[in-house]
């Protein structure tokens, strides 16, 4: 993936938007879906946009529901809809908002029905804070970094 350069929250949540818009298009195909969950590890520094993204990757699916990060809760399930996203002849029907930033140990979170989430296809799981559960996480993991620029709106954001 590219890197992106934004100047705003509203350039954040658009990519995000964008990013979402692909896949429900079915324009990440290379990618085999059948194992498991399309997962999208997102990493970076308090404040770098991480959870704007997501609200941004959400609205792209046509969630309406606002997005807080899930820090106290771990993980939010949102449902995609009657119109569900078809790619490889695969439905996706679930996607999931993870906040790591509170988990010390991966097992933590597979007490919590972590490894079931990221077994099924049907689910998209995006992870603020992914470094933190690296070791669980699928080798087909789509890693993106999120970073501050020079100027204080600035940010990078790249694989």
Do not use: C
Not at 60 to 77: E, H, V, Y
Not at 122 to 142: D, G, M
């Amino acid at each position: 993936m590219k890197t992106y350069r934004s100047s705003s929250s509203e350039e954040t949540k658009r990519l995000g938007y964008k990013i979402a818009k692909e896949t429900r298009n079915s324009k990440l195909e290379t990618r085999n879906w059948r194992k498991g969950a399309l997962v999208f590890a997102l990493q970076g520094e308090l404040g770098a946009g991480k959870t704007t993204f997501v609200q941004g990757f959400l609205r792209g699916l046509g969630i309406k529901r606002r997005s807080a990060s899930p820090t106290f809760i771990i993980f939010r399930r949102f449902r995609i809809g009657r119109k569900s996203l078809v790619v490889s002849r695969q439905s996706f029907r679930n996607v999931y908002h993870v906040d790591a930033y509170r988990i010390k140990k991966p097992r933590e979170l597979l007490a919590l029905g972590f490894k079931e989430i990221l077994s099924d296809p049907q689910n998209i799981v995006l992870i603020e804070w992914a470094e933190n559960i690296k070791r669980i996480l699928p080798k087909e993991t789509t890693w993106l970094r999120f970073a501050h620029g020079k100027k204080q709106n600035e940010r990078t954001i790249g694989g």
